[in-house]
């Protein structure tokens, strides 16, 4: 019994000591288990949005989406220097962005909004700057985001039983976030889309009151945009 209880605190022993070594060799990359990686994907479920602020930073550094989103993938996320209480939560990144070597960056994530942004001028949660104006999608997966009222909204040749999947094309090509209009970090965020029916000679503006529901974005209402 003394011999089998030796071997089983060597055996412990050397557990640790690999996991120790998992967790320091590869960080946040080789574990799905870990917090970094569990906030990476949370975040990647969503739609990252960029507003003219975040797009001059990436036209001037040349970073594209795809860049964006493995930094994401790779970058290490500092939970001693992230808000991590509180219906919206920020979060600090470090990592190689494009060329961009060691950036430092925000990520703001809502357990109840589709939405997600970064914060490319500031690491400290505290200078924080929240989308503003109109933004527009840059990072996303390719799935039907939408559901809910979309027949209120009037495209030209859509039948119904494939809305949801046209409709989630058109707006991540031409559809933006009204930011002045959203509610961010509240117990029941509500989200304003605008799309334009391009192919629509009237040239309607579509607002889209929404709200993120079991993993789709519920569509509430519809108003003709002044």
């Known amino acids: 019994m003394d011999n089998f209880w030796r071997r089983l605190k060597y055996y412990g022993i050397g557990f640790g000591i690999g996991l120790i070594f998992v967790i320091v060799l590869f960080r946040q990359k080789g574990c ?11 975040i990647l479920e969503r739609i990252v949005f960029v507003d003219s602020t975040d797009i001059d930073f990436l036209n001037k550094h040349k970073i594209k989406a795809k860049d964006l989103q493995t930094f994401l993938e790779n970058a290490t996320v500092s939970f001693t220097e992230s808000k991590r209480h509180g219906n919206e939560k920020i979060y600090h990144f470090n990592g190689n962005l494009g060329k961009l070597k060691s950036f430092n960056c925000l990520i703001a994530y809502r357990e109840k909004s589709v939405v997600v942004d970064a914060d490319f001028k500031h690491q400290d949660p505290k200078k924080y700057q ?20 979309l027949a209120l909204v009037d495209i030209p040749g859509m ?23 959203t509610t961010f970090d509240s117990n029941a965020p509500c989200t304003y889309f605008k799309w334009s029916a391009l ?17 789709k974005i519920e569509i509430i209402d519809v108003t003709i945009d002044p």
């Not at 799905?32 to 949370?42: I, M």
């Open 32 to 42: 799905s288990w870990t917090p970094g990686n569990r906030v990476k994907s949370a």
């Open 130 to 149: 929240r989308l503003s104006g109109i933004a527009k999608p840059l990072l996303f997966k390719k799935k039907n985001w939408f559901s809910g009222k």
């Open 159 to 181: 039948r119904s039983n494939e809305a949801p999947e046209k409709f989630t094309n058109l707006f991540l090509k031409s559809g933006t976030l009204d930011a002045g209009k």
């Open 199 to 215: 192919n629509n000679p009237k040239g309607k503006t579509y607002l889209l009151k929404t709200k993120w529901y079991q993993e």
